[in-house]
């Protein structure tokens, strides 16, 4: 059996081209069940990124409900929530959520099929954390703005927001997926007073890594 290796990119394009700009993740989570193609995104671990920014909040920090966005197989998701986080996580795809539910069978995450072009009303303003992390960058350009401001309207008031993303220059339109973030595009994340606490990058990875915080 021979894996498709850019089945994402692949994907990707066609929806686009059919005006769908998010329905290739069920169909690539559908090919990589069935042994044709690979998640690229899919990791044994956490993301590093998200380890180390737990790392440097230390014990006792993580309190209240967390939104991790766009959670695929889980493994984000379980890490937060191992942090002591009440924590909910969405895909689009049914597929990756069946998929995360089954991987982690006693997980204490509410794993959830959700839009992030069209969350849940109930979301807004209800996350003590929300985690973003490479979600907003496999989003096609058209939907970016959208995409952003969705994920910075459902942090709470006192909360934080951590994204983590790779870099793009100002002005230039790679061929994606993904199509990582400009410094213009990281610093929209600030919406609904939402403020930049902490911004890096992160050159071993190539990523970006912020935290916003709503007074």
């Known amino acids: 059996m021979t894996v498709d290796r850019y089945a994402d990119r692949r994907l990707a394009a066609e929806s686009i081209a059919q005006g769908d700009p998010t329905g290739w993740f069920e169909r690539l989570y559908v090919a990589a069940e069935a ?16 380890v180390g920014w737990a790392e440097k909040r230390g ?3 993580a309190t209240g409900r967390a939104l991790v966005v766009g959670c695929g ?4 998701a379980e890490y937060v929530a191992s942090l002591g986080f009440h924590t909910t996580a969405f895909d689009i795809s049914a597929t990756a959520v069946r998929g995360a ?6 997980s204490s995450v509410d794993y959830v099929v959700a839009d992030l072009l069209d969350p849940p009303a109930e979301w807004t303003g209800a996350f003590d954390l929300v985690v973003e992390s490479i ?3 496999s989003m096609p350009l058209d939907v970016r703005e ?10 709470a008031a006192g909360g934080e927001l951590l994204v983590i993303s790779g870099i793009r220059e100002e002005g230039t339109d790679p061929v994606g997926p993904p199509w990582p973030l400009t410094r213009s595009e990281l610093d929209s994340f600030a919406v ?7 911004v890096e990058q992160v050159p ?6 912020a935290v916003f915080r709503k007074p």
């Open 59 to 61: 014990p006792g920090s």
């Open 192 to 198: 609904d007073g939402l403020r930049a606490e902490h």
């Open 35 to 50: 042994g044709d193609a690979i998640v690229p995104w899919d990791r044994e671990q956490p993301n590093p990124l998200l």
């Open 73 to 76: 197989l889980g493994r984000d």
């Open 146 to 155: 959208k995409s952003i401001i969705h994920v910075g309207r459902m942090v």
């Open 204 to 209: 071993e990875v190539n990523r970006w890594r």
């Open 135 to 137: 979600t907003v960058q």
């Open 101 to 106: 539910r089954e991987r982690f069978p006693e």
